[in-house]
C-alpha cells in the first residue's frame, strides 16, 4: 500500500471579471477624477512635478497600470518620477526598495520614467495622543502625489480600512521609521487601521501634496478587474466600500480542514505575510486557526521562497515545516528587519526543516499513525494568490463530486519523487 495519500489534480471556478483595457480603464478613471475638477483648472497641471508612490505588492499588471499613470501625467505637461511606497521592505534601503520595484518589472526604462527613492522622512506633526506622523521627503516635495494599490483583505489587518490606499499613505510613504512606528501602535488598537487613520490620513492630506489614489481590485483569478481613480478627501469613505468589493472576489481554499497544505513558494509580492492568511486561516495565530476562522489546516509545509522576494522569508514562521531551499534562500538579516518593523517577529521563525519533500512527509505522516493515507486530507498549492488549479488528496473526493465550483481534472495518482526525494508530479 502506497504510504502517501494519493493526489487529485482540481481546477476551482473562481470569480472573473477582467477589464478589458489595463491602460484604456486607468486612463479613463483618470480622465473622470479630472472632469471633475474642470480640466483647465484641473488639480494636475504642466510643469508640476508628480511622484507615483508604488509599492512592494505582486499586483497584476502593475507595470503596465504605473505606465499609464505615467503617460496621463506626461499628457498633460506634467513631470512624473516614481516613489517606492513600502515601509521597510527592500531590507528597509533605498537601493533595496528600487530592486524590488525591479523585481515587479517596474525600472526606469520598462515605465520610461525616473525612480527617485529615499529611507529619509519629514514629521508632519504629532497627534493628540502624541505620534509622530512620518512621510517620504521625496514624495512631501512634490506638487502632487498618486497613490497606487491594490486594495484587499490584510493578513493581520480587520476592519473598514485594511490593504489599500490609506495604508499605503500611511506605512508605505512613512518608510522605515513609518512603518516600525504605526505596527507598534496596532496592537493596542486590536490591529484596526479604522482606530487610528482619521486622524493621521486628515494631517497628512492638509501638510501634503496628496491629490488622487489609484485603487485596483483583482478577481479570484489574480485579474485586474476593477481600477478606479479616488480623490484624497474621499479615501476614508471610498476606501471601506472598495474592501468589500475586494472582498467578495478574492478566492479561498474551498475546503473547510485539511490536515496539510503543502505551499511550494511564498513571498513579499505575494502576500505581506508571504503566504495570504486570510487564505490559509491564520490570520491571528501563526500555527493555528482562531475559532472563527476556516479553513482549519493542522500543518503548513513551505518548498521554496519566490525568486522576487530577494530572500525576505517573512511569513515563513505561520508554516510548521519548510525545505533547506527556504533556509538556503533566505536573507537573515533582510527578513529580521521586516518582521522586527512590523512588529510580527514571529514571522521569521524557521520552521522544522527537512532536505527533501519526501523527509518532511515522512515526518509528517509519523504524527498521524492511526490514520490511513486514504483518509488524510492533503492540500497542495503553487502559492497562495494561484488557487484556480490546485491538488488534493483523494480524501477530498465527495467533496470534490458535490462542490459546483470544482472540476476534478485527472484520475487519483500515486506522488513521484526523484532520487533526491523532491516531488515531480505535483509542482
Known amino acids: 500500500m502506497n504510504r502517501y495519500p494519493e493526489m487529485i489534480q482540481v481546477e476551482q471556478s473562481l470569480h472573473q471579471q477582467p477589464v478589458a483595457s489595463i491602460d484604456g480603464a486607468t486612463k479613463n478613471t483618470l480622465h473622470q477624477w479630472v472632469g471633475r475638477h474642470g480640466d483647465r483648472d484641473g488639480p494636475i497641471q504642466p510643469g508640476q512635478r508628480v511622484a507615483i508612490a508604488v509599492?512592494?505588492?505582486?499586483v497584476a499588471n502593475l507595470a503596465e497600470i504605473v505606465s499609464s499613470?505615467?503617460?496621463?501625467?506626461?499628457?498633460?505637461?506634467?513631470v512624473p518620477i516614481i516613489v517606492p511606497a513600502m515601509g521597510s521592505h527592500g531590507g528597509a534601503s533605498a537601493d533595496g526598495q528600487q530592486r524590488v520595484l525591479a523585481s515587479l518589472g517596474i525600472t526606469e526604462s520598462s515605465v520610461e520614467c525616473p525612480i527617485e527613492s529615499s529611507m529619509e522622512t519629514v514629521s508632519l506633526g504629532k497627534t493628540q495622543a502624541g505620534f509622530d506622523v512620518r512621510f517620504d521627503r521625496i514624495a512631501a516635495h512634490a506638487d502632487h502625489v498618486v497613490v497606487v494599490n491594490r486594495v484587499k483583505p490584510h493578513t493581520r489587518l480587520i476592519?473598514?480600512?485594511?490593504?489599500?490606499?490609506?495604508?499605503?499613505?500611511?506605512?508605505?510613504?512613512?518608510?522605515?521609521?513609518g512603518a516600525a512606528a504605526y505596527h507598534s501602535l496596532f496592537p493596542?488598537?486590536?490591529?484596526?487601521?479604522?482606530?487610528?487613520?482619521?486622524e493621521i490620513t486628515d494631517l497628512i492630506i492638509a501638510k501634503t501634496p496628496v491629490t488622487m489614489g489609484l485603487a485596483i481590485i483583482e478577481d479570484g483569478a489574480e485579474?485586474?478587474?476593477?481600477?478606479?481613480?479616488?480623490?484624497?478627501?474621499d479615501f476614508l469613505t471610498r476606501e471601506p466600500e472598495l474592501l468589500k468589493i475586494a472582498t467578495e472576489r478574492m478566492p479561498s481554499l474551498p475546503f473547510d480542514s485539511a490536515d496539510l497544505l503543502i505551499i511550494n513558494r511564498i513571498g513579499k509580492e505575494i502576500s505581506g505575510t508571504g503566504m495570504d492568511t486570510n487564505i490559509v486561516g491564520r490570520k491571528w495565530n501563526d500555527n493555528i486557526a482562531a475559532a472563527d476562522e476556516?479553513?482549519?489546516?493542522?500543518?503548513?509545509?513551505?518548498?521554496?521562497?519566490?525568486?522576487?522576494?530577494?530572500?525576505?522569508?517573512?511569513?515563513?514562521?505561520?508554516?510548521?515545516?519548510?525545505?533547506?531551499?527556504?533556509?538556503?534562500?533566505?536573507?537573515?538579516?533582510?527578513?529580521?528587519?521586516?518582521?522586527?518593523?512590523?512588529?510580527?517577529?514571529?514571522?521569521?521563525?524557521?520552521?522544522?526543516?527537512?532536505h527533501s519533500d519526501q523527509e518532511a512527509l515522512d515526518a509528517i505522516l509519523s504524527q498521524y499513525r492511526t490514520t490511513s493515507p486514504a483518509n488524510m486530507k492533503w492540500i497542495a498549492i503553487e502559492d497562495t494568490l494561484s488557487l484556480?488549479?490546485?491538488?488534493?488528496?483523494?480524501?477530498?473526493?465527495?467533496?470534490?463530486?458535490?462542490?459546483?465550483?470544482l472540476h476534478q481534472l485527472?484520475?487519483?495518482?500515486?506522488?513521484e519523487f526523484d532520487d533526491a526525494g523532491n516531488m515531480m508530479n505535483i509542482f
Not at 69 to 78: E, S, W, Y
Not at 343 to 349: D, E, M
Open 294 to 354: 476556516w479553513p482549519k489546516i493542522s500543518g503548513i509545509y513551505v518548498r521554496n521562497l519566490s525568486e522576487k522576494t530577494a530572500g525576505n522569508a517573512t511569513g515563513i514562521g505561520v508554516a510548521e515545516y519548510c525545505h533547506q531551499n527556504v533556509v538556503d534562500a533566505m536573507d537573515a538579516e533582510m527578513t529580521k528587519t521586516n518582521c522586527i518593523a512590523s512588529a510580527h517577529p514571529t514571522g521569521g521563525r524557521i520552521p522544522l526543516t527537512f
Open 159 to 177: 476592519g473598514s480600512l485594511q490593504s489599500g490606499l490609506i495604508k499605503m499613505m500611511l506605512i508605505g510613504l512613512g518608510n522605515h521609521d
Open 69 to 78: 499613470v505615467v503617460g496621463f501625467c506626461r499628457d498633460r505637461g506634467a
Open 388 to 405: 484556480s488549479r490546485f491538488f488534493c488528496s483523494t480524501a477530498f473526493q465527495d467533496q470534490l463530486r458535490s462542490h459546483e465550483r
Open 223 to 233: 485579474q485586474t478587474s476593477h481600477i478606479e481613480a479616488v480623490a484624497a478627501e
Open 188 to 198: 493596542s488598537h486590536q490591529y484596526r487601521l479604522d482606530a487610528i487613520a482619521t
Open 55 to 58: 509599492g512592494s505588492r505582486g
Open 410 to 415: 485527472c484520475d487519483p495518482a500515486a506522488i
